[in-house]
T-cell receptor
Framework: DTEVTQTPKHLVMGMTNKKSLKCEQH?????MYWYKQKAKKPPELMFV???????INESVPSRFSPECPNSSLLNLHLHALQPEDSALYLC???????????????FGPGTRLTVL | AQTVTQSQPEMSVQEAETVTLSCTYD???????LFWYKQPPSRQMILVIR??????QNATENRFSVNFQKAAKSFSLKISDSQLGDTAMYFC????????????FGDGTTLTVKP
């Protein structure tokens, strides 16, 4: 099973709403990532969790709040978003293997978020 | 900081022909990882091929191969016998290490395979 799943696939929310994105993997990976991707642009790293601890926060606004409840699950809580936050939000995971030469980053299908 | 440059925003190729996508990068690291990812329209990003900087041998995966020139900091992707399913956006990416966690992506090349 080399799958990263993300729910929901699509989300439309107003600027005053609170919603959450969910990401799950059952590959035993110990690193999980959130990326934001605008159309026809490369993914931009937002957060990295290593061994369930936040290891990288790329100066993301506080209206985005990540959470890693366990090694298989990663959430992104959204509150008071702006229309410019509309994008594809990608989750990814990697093993953090002792031998990095065997490691690979697996991406989920993404959640397409529209903020009205 | 690392940078990754893909100088070809768009490319096209006829089915069954060969195409090469270019990527250059800048880093002061001696060991690192380079990747090519494929993202079909409205579909999932998947890893096409990876290269470890300390390995001189160019990586190959079926119809996909790379030309890795470490001194020139160049990492091009060759797709042989192009298929319609190869139509996608291709991203070149650099990662110092998985423990460091941070990938740097190029701006992407949109490849269209024409029948």
């Amino acid at each position: 099973d080399t799958e990263v799943t993300q729910t929901p696939k699509h989300l439309v929310m107003g600027m005053t709403n609170k919603k959450s994105l969910k990401c799950e993997q059952h590959m035993g990976h110990r690193a999980m990532y959130w990326y934001k991707q605008k159309a026809k642009k490369p993914p931009e790293l937002m957060f990295v969790y290593s061994y369930e601890k936040l290891s990288i926060n790329e100066s993301v606004p506080s209206r985005f709040s990540p959470e890693c409840p366990n090694s298989s699950l990663l959430n992104l809580h959204l509150h008071a978003l702006q229309p410019e936050d509309s994008a594809l939000y990608l989750c990814a995971s990697s093993q953090l293997a002792r031998r990095e030469s065997t490691d690979t980053q697996y991406f989920g299908p993404g959640t397409r978020l529209t903020v009205l | 900081a690392q940078t990754v440059t893909q100088s070809q925003p768009e490319m096209s190729v006829q089915e069954a022909e060969t195409v090469t996508l270019s990527c250059t990068y800048d880093t002061s690291e001696s060991n690192y990882y380079l990747f090519w990812y494929k993202q079909p329209p409205s579909r999932q990003m998947i890893l096409v091929i990876r290269q470890e900087a300390y390995k001189q041998q160019n990586a190959t995966e079926n119809r996909f191969s790379v030309n890795f020139q470490k001194a020139a900091k160049s990492f091009s992707l060759k797709i042989s016998d192009s298929q319609l399913g190869d139509t996608a956006m291709y991203f070149c990416a650099f990662m110092k290490s998985f423990n460091a966690g941070k990938s740097t992506f190029g701006d992407g090349t949109t490849l269209t395979v024409k029948p």
